[in-house]
């Protein structure tokens, strides 16, 4: 069974930093892509950033140079972070960790179709 444990959301001021982790149970590390994508009241859910399991990365144009997204297998744990620095009130969202077997995949791909999500968590950015 996979399953996706986020954790690091929190309320921040602009030009905060945070750090995103999320605990991949299930899929094994070599044969997953992962990520994160966000949605903001009102607005369309969108992807954020993304790893293959070659460590190849894709980011959201909005958060190039400002967000890095990174993975590791440590104590056999498949996990995933998004470190977000130079936050701004329009990042302020539910971000939820991302995770599916079809990897790798080109990079115009990256966001599309995810099996398996986590339950979310909040990030908050005020002026």
């Known amino acids: 069974q996979v399953q996706l444990v986020e954790s690091g959301g929190g309320s921040v001021h602009t030009g905060g930093s945070l750090r995103l982790s999320c605990i991949v149970n299930?899929?094994?590390?070599?044969?997953?892509?992962v990520g994160w994508f966000r949605q903001a009241p009102g607005k369309e859910r969108e992807g954020v950033a993304a790893?293959?399991?070659?460590?190849?990365?894709?980011?959201a144009e909005s958060v190039k140079g400002r967000f890095t997204v990174s993975r590791d297998n440590a104590n056999a744990k498949n996990t995933l972070y998004l470190q977000m620095n130079s936050l701004k009130p329009e990042d302020t969202a539910m971000y939820y960790c991302?995770?599916?077997?079809?990897?790798?995949?080109?990079?115009?791909?990256?966001?599309?179709?995810?099996?398996?999500w986590g339950q979310g968590t909040q990030v908050t950015v005020s002026s």
């Open positions: 790893i293959t399991n070659f460590y190849r990365t894709t980011y």
């Open positions: 991302v995770a599916d077997e079809w990897c790798p995949r080109p990079n115009s791909r990256m966001f599309d179709e995810y099996d398996y």
């Open positions: 299930g899929l094994i590390e070599s044969r997953s892509c």
